[in-house]
């Protein structure tokens, strides 16, 4: 099993471009997660999806849009790149059941993206 | 507002002392604790984690202690070895929550 995995590891855009992350994950897992990691700010989440089709706004939404057409598969997109849009985005993914571990959640190794 | 305060960025630690890591939350909803070790240049990975039907756990050289009067969760690494040496972030959910909360994190230093 590989796991959680991202796609790309680094990524350097300019102010107003687009691009896509990709999120793939072969455990079968149910939700998935994007958030993004700042110096001195811990691990924010972006949006999360529940299921195939579904997503769901987290903390910080804005400026970004995701899609979970495939369960194994979560797209999170910046339409118009900015500056404090800078920032090491991770993955994740959980199940749904099995007592109480099933809070645990399984992160990819991240996609560090600068926005000049 | 922050729910989960981790109030000590750094720590250092002599290799064979213990570590503790302290994290405080708000809300008395929370009902399941995790904490999450983190390597630079690598996604957080699971450490150990706690129900709110207990007061502690422990998994080899890691102890989690929860004080849920004070909103009290702690991390003991016994003894502490160069190797865990890393960001360790605790995070919370309520009633089954599809969202995990996490704190800013801590880094752990420990020194030969």
């Known amino acids: 099993n590989a796991g959680v995995t991202q796609t790309p590891k680094f990524r350097v855009l300019k102010t107003g471009q687009s691009m896509t992350l990709l999120c793939a994950q072969d455990m079968n897992h149910e939700y998935m997660y994007w958030y993004r990691q700042d110096p001195g700010m811990g691990l924010r989440l972006i949006h999360y999806s529940v299921g195939e089709g579904t997503t769901a706004k987290g903390e910080v939404p804005d400026g970004y849009n995701v899609s979970r057409l495939k369960k194994q598969n979560f797209l999170l997109g910046l339409e118009s790149a900015a500056p404090s849009q800078t920032s090491v985005y991770f993955c994740?993914?959980?199940?749904?059941?099995?007592?109480?571990?099933?809070?645990?959640?399984?992160f990819g190794p991240g996609t560090r993206l600068t926005v000049l | 507002d922050q729910q989960v305060k981790q109030n000590s960025p750094s720590l250092s630690v002599q290799e064979g002392r213990i570590s503790i890591l302290n994290c405080d939350y708000t809300n008395s909803m929370f009902d399941y604790f995790l904490w999450y070790k983190k390597y630079p240049a690598e996604g957080p990975t699971f450490l150990i984690s706690?129900?709110?039907?207990?007061d502690k756990n422990e998994d080899g050289r890691f102890t989690v202690f929860l004080n849920k009067s004070a909103k009290h969760l702690s991390l003991h690494i016994v003894p502490s070895q160069p190797g865990d040496s890393a960001v360790y972030f605790c995070?919370?959910?309520?009633?089954?929550?599809?969202?995990?909360?996490f704190g800013k994190g801590t880094k752990l230093t420990v020194n030969p």
């Open positions: 995070a919370t959910s309520q009633g089954g929550s599809e969202k995990l909360v």
């Open positions: 994740a993914s959980r199940r749904t059941s099995g007592g109480y571990s099933y809070n645990e959640q399984f």
């Open positions: 706690i129900s709110s039907i207990k």
